[in-house]
């Protein structure tokens, strides 16, 4: 049956949790190439048709037809519904994404994303004064100015607002502001103690 | 700005600098939330904010700031270029043009929303939902409150006769 490959596709993204990006799935090429092999069935029946008055194959081209249109929505449909989960993990993870997460992506997806980050950044930088504002920050309204964190892997120094800096090493503890904290926090490295 | 410098004038650990830097924080959370809903609109809707920014008539005022139309300008050339790229070019000759303004949802106005009014209206015409019902008139009284379909008022919203809630 045609569209099977594309449909294979698009389920695969339908299974996948919300956020998660599974690898890249080859199986694009091979929806493609039965788009080219639809096609070029149909150039030679639409000219035997015309010139043959083969009129009984109009049928079947209009069928070849719909399964290209069908081939064409659910692929566009995979690749962008993969897109929005990349743009999803720069407002997650930040501009560095990952290494797991960056197997699963295309070349191209990397540019995209690329893109998009480059994109964002001069739009932030833009905003009021000469530093801009990072949107990407404060996800959640403050509750309280610091908080207690736990450090889940080594991180090293840690520079806090009046110049003085913490060694963030595997399960320490600290009491640090939380404006600091959040984008550590995403990324796994702190973890918020609510106590 | 102006609090962050008072910030730096009070002394460290004094209590106002707390209370300061709290109400930076809140006033920080709520801007950038704004923003990023701003932002996240425009990336969703994309092809119709750029089609309705392409179709607007001299005078009236755009919907985006001139940075957030060159986001989205660059987002709507970043995604069309990834799927002509990608998928598109290796397509049949006929099939290579996909119309963005189809594919992607619209956003919709048929939804309800919540209003409060600020300057009196008279004869605001409600357009039915369904073939059996009519249209018919209402009045909006300054003050109430209203849970209506946001096509009916959209252009009231634009002039500031009634706020959103």
Not at chain 1, 73 to 80: D, G, K, N, P, S
């Amino acid at each position: 049956m045609f569209c099977e490959k594309a449909m294979e596709l698009v389920r695969e993204l339908h299974r996948a949790p919300e956020g998660q990006l599974p690898a890249f799935n080859d199986g694009l090429r091979q929806v493609l190439e039965e788009m080219k092999a639809l096609y070029e069935q149909n150039q030679s029946d639409v000219n035997e048709a015309k010139s043959g008055g083969r009129g009984d194959l109009i049928p079947t081209i209009k069928f070849r037809h719909c399964s290209l249109l069908r081939n064409r929505r659910c692929t566009v449909a995979y690749l962008y519904d993969r897109l929005l989960r990349i743009r999803a993990l720069r407002w997650e993870y930040g501009s560095v994404l990952p290494n797991a997460l960056r197997f699963h992506m295309s070349a191209e997806e990397m540019e995209w994303f690329n893109h998009y980050k480059k994109s964002l950044a001069t739009y932030m930088r833009s905003l009021g004064g000469d530093e801009g504002l990072d949107i990407t920050q404060d996800m959640k309204p403050p509750k309280s100015l610091y908080i207690e964190v736990r450090c889940l892997k080594d991180y090293g120094e840690f520079e806090v607002d009046d110049g003085t800096s913490v060694l963030l090493k595997k399960n320490s503890q600290h009491f640090l502001p939380r404006w600091k904290c959040e984008q550590l926090i995403r990324q796994g490295i702190l973890e918020h103690v609510l106590s | 700005e102006h609090m962050e410098e008072n910030l730096r004038r009070a002394r460290k650990g004094d209590l106002k600098v707390s209370i300061h830097r709290m109400e930076m924080e809140r006033i920080r959370y709520v801007l950038s939330s704004y923003l990023r809903c701003r932002l996240t609109k425009i990336e969703k809707f994309f092809p119709h904010v750029l089609e309705k920014e392409k179709t607007r008539r001299e005078g009236e005022s755009s919907s985006l700031s001139p940075e957030e139309f060159a986001f989205a300008k660059e987002y709507m050339a970043n995604t069309e270029t990834y799927l002509k790229n990608v998928a598109l070019k290796h397509m049949p000759p006929n099939l290579q043009k996909v119309d963005l303004l189809r594919s992607v949802p619209k956003p919709d106005l048929d939804s309800y929303v919540f209003l409060r009014v600020k300057e009196r209206q008279e004869n605001i015409l409600v357009e039915p939902e369904t073939d059996e019902q009519r249209d018919y008139v209402i009045d909006l009284e300054e003050g109430s409150q209203h849970l209506i379909r946001y096509k009916t008022i959209a252009p009231l919203v634009a002039s500031g006769a009634v706020q959103l809630i």
